[in-house]
Nanobody
């Protein structure tokens, strides 16, 4: 059971750190992806991180602003979001990658959390 937290309302240019943890099992051998869905838009991949944390992927629009990381001891994957923009507004989800390698495709992920709302005001 994936659970996201850390969302909220922030002004443009602000920062938030999202957390994703699994309340039922270990994330430590799973590739984890972050996604967001804005109102009226399809869910899109933001970032993903390898099992060891040494590899990651980012959506072009968030490169240089967002950083994904994981804390094995805390069974948690984080998404640090800096210099937030109104276009970053949406519900953010984490999910487990079902294949091998790294992918930002929502269709390649499962076991979705319920999401956390991020709202960036201008």
């Amino acid at each position: 059971q994936l659970v996201e937290s850390g969302g909220g309302l922030v002004q443009s240019g602000g920062s938030l750190r999202l957390s994703c943890t699994d309340t039922a099992s270990s994330l430590n051998n799973r590739i984890v992806g972050w996604f967001r869905q804005a109102p009226g838009k399809e869910r899109e991949g933001i970032s993903c991180i390898s099992t060891t944390g040494d590899r990651s992927l980012y959506r072009q629009s968030v490169k240089g602003r967002f950083t994904v990381s994981r804390d094995i001891a805390k069974n948690t994957v984080y998404l640090q979001m800096n210099d937030l923009k109104p276009d970053d507004t949406g519900v953010y989800y984490c999910a487990l990658f079902l294949g091998s390698g790294l992918s930002l495709g929502p269709e390649d992920h499962g076991f979705w959390g319920q999401g956390t709302q991020v709202t960036v005001s201008s």
